[in-house]
């Protein structure tokens, strides 16, 4: 069992940064892809970015591609994900989820663990 507990989300102007945090426990952090995904009022769950074992291999949205970046520091055991330039259109509960394929994926369902969310939201 891995338990994920984020934080770090808030309301912020457009233009301005958040760096959202995932801390993992309860498992080897280290074996574990990370991914963040969002969900905005009224629509589906999304991709947003994820991350391989060791963090070599990372893959984003399009629409956030030069503006957000996944990291990782499995010594920490907590994964991260820095959102700078944000747009009213990045509102949304971010989520962050853990699954054991090393090189992470775009879709939900090779995520085994989530967690309860947090809410940014974007003014414009």
């Known amino acids: 069992q891995v338990q994920l507990v984020e934080s770090g989300g808030g309301l912020v102007q457009a233009g301005g940064s958040l760096r959202l945090s995932c801390a993992a426990s309860g498992a080897t952090f280290s074996m574990y892809s990370m991914g963040w995904f969002r969900q905005a009022p009224g629509k589906e769950r999304d991709f947003v970015a994820t991350?391989?074992?060791?963090?070599?291999?990372?893959n984003y949205k399009d629409s956030v591609k030069g503006r957000f970046t996944i990291s990782r520091d499995n010594a920490k055991n907590t994964a991260y994900l820095q959102m700078n330039s944000l747009k009213p259109e990045d509102t949304a509960v971010y989520y962050c989820?853990?699954?054991?394929?090393?090189?992470?994926?775009?879709?939900?369902?090779?995520?085994?663990?989530w967690g309860q969310g947090t809410q940014v939201t974007v003014s414009s």
């Open positions: 991350i391989g074992w060791s963090g070599g291999r990372t």
């Open positions: 989820a853990a699954g054991r394929t090393p090189w992470g994926s775009t879709a939900e369902k090779p995520y085994d663990y």
